[in-house]
């Protein structure tokens, strides 16, 4: 069994930052692909980062690319999200996700989420 706990969101200005992080306790999820999902109100789940076990983010969401950066320390079981120049529209509860399979991947380990709030 694998617990996900996501920290580190909050309400920030159009155009700041934030650092999500995602501490893995149970059995180690090293060897497993985990991700990055988000779910705005009214909208479904989505997949906005994927990142191999190697740590090689293999997809990014166009909505994400060149602003979000997905990482991972698996000697810490730990995985990030760092977002910068942060838009209203990314206000949403954020998710990750372990042992990841298939397209759209779905996970096989879920936090809890935390909550992101973009105010323009």
């Known amino acids: 069994q694998v617990q996900l706990i996501e920290s580190g969101g909050g309400l920030v200005q159009a155009g700041g930052s934030l650092r999500l992080s995602c501490a893995a306790s149970?059995?180690?999820?090293?060897?497993?692909?985990m991700g990055w999902f988000r779910q705005a109100p009214g909208k479904e789940r989505e997949c906005i980062a994927v990142i191999s076990r190697s740590g090689t983010v293999t997809y990014y969401a166009d909505s994400v690319k060149g602003r979000f950066t997905a990482s991972r320390d698996n000697a810490k079981n730990m995985l990030y999200l760092q977002m910068n120049s942060l838009k209203p529209e990314d206000t949403a509860i954020y998710y990750c996700?372990?042992?990841?399979?298939?397209?759209?991947?779905?996970?096989?380990?879920w936090g809890q989420g935390t909550q992101v709030t973009v105010s323009s």
């Open positions: 996700a372990a042992d990841l399979r298939g397209w759209p991947p779905k996970g096989n380990y």
């Open positions: 149970g059995r180690t999820v090293s060897s497993t692909g």
